[in-house]
């Protein structure tokens, strides 16, 4: 493995503790609404947050991904990006 796939890993990992948050969140609002039988109102602008910071970060992981043809061997390049 090169320096790249060791940076990779890590950002990985952040990510996927990031959608994991995001998706254990939704949970529990789902959770409560169902345990309750109440009807819960959730913002517009919620909503899309969610919806924005999910997509975010799964963007920004798969952007990361295709850096591996362009800097492998040239971990320099990668921080210029």
Known sequence: M?????????????????I????F???????????RREHLELSLAHGAWLFFCLTW??????????????VSGQPGLWFTM
């Open 2 to 18: 090169d320096q790249f796939e060791y940076v990779m890993v890590l950002v990985s990992i952040v990510i996927g503790l990031g």
């Open 20 to 23: 994991t948050h995001v998706l």
């Open 25 to 35: 969140g939704i949970s529990g609002v789902v959770d409560r609404v169902s345990r």
């Open 57 to 70: 970060m799964i963007m920004f992981w798969w952007w990361e991904y295709r850096f591996v043809s362009r």
